[in-house]
């Protein structure tokens, strides 16, 4: 706690940088670069438990024979191209890679839970190689990163626990409206004077409190909440995208490492195929972030997450 205060005090002393001081050589914060080393620890400790426990499966009687048979699954390849379509949208936008990966996986008949395993599984990887992506090209906000840390932590755990009592389906209309009326807004901007605001945001750590949950309870929703309702209120959608991305990573291991882990070992295939397909993509979209100016971006957040919405909404209300 001691260390998180004075990595806090050390973002809120330190002076934002420019927005054209945004290229790989700028010397990150210390709490950027713990992250990021942190990140980096993570990822390879996972990977090699998933190799290993894809490798000794007992579907194949050998390790060779598996990598062969995978190779030529149509299913796997089929997982590999919605990971990286799914992970380009979510690194570049901030949202929508549950949406897309869960609905192939529910369409090649894996069961509702199998589906959110898998998916969060592969968020682990995707979500740390497009945040560490993020950080390394100057898209985070060291200061809006960690006041979405801790709160955004916390929601996804109590999520995770309180789904059990609650039905987290039924706060998907409400969401969906919300988030068609924040998607209709930002349309809206993009058509004016673009001033992107100098204060600080507000409310940051509630915000951050309730996407956490709505992700957990919810099926998903971090990107959704969280870069809608900031960059509808006038934030940089280049760092709000990249801060939001990062401490995704950090809000998939609070909320869905431990029962990930147990999944059974029919849908590793299609995580494998997820996972591969994403980590291509998750560079590439912190580039096109960085890249694009800021009425493109507001026009692309804006049309993809009313159009999610209303789509959700449909669904909620055929349901």
Same mark, same amino acid.
């Given at each position: 706690?001691?260390?998180?205060?004075?990595?806090?005090?050390?973002?809120? /002393?330190?002076?934002?940088?420019? #927005? =054209? /001081?945004?290229?790989?050589?700028?010397?990150?914060?210390?709490?950027?670069?713990?992250?990021?080393?942190?990140?980096?620890?993570?990822?390879?400790?996972?990977?090699?438990?998933?190799?290993?426990?894809?490798? *000794?499966?007992?579907?194949?009687?050998?390790?060779?024979?598996?990598?062969?048979?995978? #190779?030529?699954?149509?299913?796997?390849?089929?997982?590999?191209?919605?990971?990286?379509?799914?992970?380009?949208?979510?690194?570049? &936008?901030?949202?929508?890679?549950?949406?897309?990966?869960?609905?192939?996986?529910?369409?090649?008949?894996?069961?509702?839970?199998?589906?959110?395993?898998?998916?969060?599984?592969?968020?682990?990887?995707?979500?740390?190689?497009?945040?560490?992506? +993020?950080?390394?090209?100057?898209?985070?906000?060291?200061?809006?990163?960690?006041?979405?840390?801790?709160?955004?932590? *916390?929601?996804?755990?109590?999520?995770?626990? #309180?789904?059990? /009592?609650?039905?987290?389906?039924?706060?998907?209309?409400?969401?969906?409206?919300?988030?068609?009326?924040?998607?209709?807004?930002?349309?809206?901007?993009?058509?004016?004077?673009? =001033?992107?605001?100098?204060?600080?945001?507000? +409310? @940051?750590?509630? &915000?951050?409190?309730?996407?956490?949950?709505?992700?957990?309870?919810?099926?998903?929703?971090?990107?959704?909440?969280?870069?809608?309702?900031?960059?509808?209120?006038?934030?940089?959608?280049?760092?709000?995208?990249?801060?939001?991305?990062?401490?995704?990573?950090? &809000?998939?291991?609070?909320?869905?490492?431990?029962?990930?882990?147990?999944?059974?070992?029919?849908?590793?295939?299609?995580?494998?195929?997820?996972?591969?397909?994403?980590?291509?993509?998750?560079?590439?979209?912190?580039? @096109? =972030? /960085?890249? #694009?100016?800021?009425?493109?971006?507001?026009?692309?957040?804006? =049309?993809?997450?009313?159009?999610?919405?209303?789509?959700?909404?449909?669904?909620?209300?055929?349901?």
């Amino acid at each position: 706690m001691k260390l998180y205060r004075k990595l806090f005090t050390e973002a809120e /002393q330190s002076p934002p940088l420019p #927005l =054209t /001081q945004t290229s790989a050589a700028i010397a990150q914060p210390l709490v950027i670069r713990l992250a990021m080393g942190f990140t980096s620890l993570v990822l390879l400790t996972l990977t090699v438990f998933v190799v290993g426990r894809f490798l *000794i499966t007992n579907d194949s009687s050998s390790a060779l024979s598996l990598i062969d048979q995978t #190779l030529s699954d149509k299913m796997f390849w089929s997982a590999v191209a919605v990971g990286f379509l799914a992970q380009a949208i979510d690194g570049a &936008l901030g949202m929508a890679y549950g949406v897309t990966s869960t609905t192939f996986l529910l369409s090649a008949g894996a069961t509702p839970a199998m589906a959110s395993a898998s998916v969060h599984i592969a968020e682990i990887f995707t979500t740390g190689v497009s945040g560490f992506s +993020h950080a390394k090209v100057g898209n985070v906000n060291k200061k809006l990163f960690l006041r979405l840390l801790v709160p955004g932590m *916390i929601g996804a755990v109590l999520g995770a626990v #309180l789904i059990t /009592q609650v039905d987290g389906k039924a706060m998907k209309p409400f969401i969906s409206a919300y988030l068609l009326i924040m998607g209709i807004y930002i349309l809206s901007k993009a058509w004016r004077k673009i =001033t992107p605001r100098i204060d600080e945001p507000k +409310h @940051v750590g509630k &915000l951050a409190l309730f996407g956490g949950f709505v992700d957990s309870a919810g099926g998903g929703g971090w990107g959704p909440v969280v870069t809608t309702s900031l960059v509808g209120s006038g934030n940089d959608p280049r760092t709000t995208i990249g801060s939001v991305n990062f401490a995704e990573f950090f &809000l998939a291991l609070a909320g869905a490492a431990s029962f990930t882990l147990m999944v059974g070992t029919g849908v590793w295939v299609l995580v494998l195929g997820l996972v591969i397909g994403g980590l291509f993509a998750a560079p590439f979209a912190a580039m @096109v =972030t /960085q890249r #694009l100016k800021t009425r493109t971006l507001l026009l692309l957040v804006g =049309t993809l997450i009313s159009v999610v919405s209303i789509f959700n909404l449909y669904k909620a209300l055929l349901a």
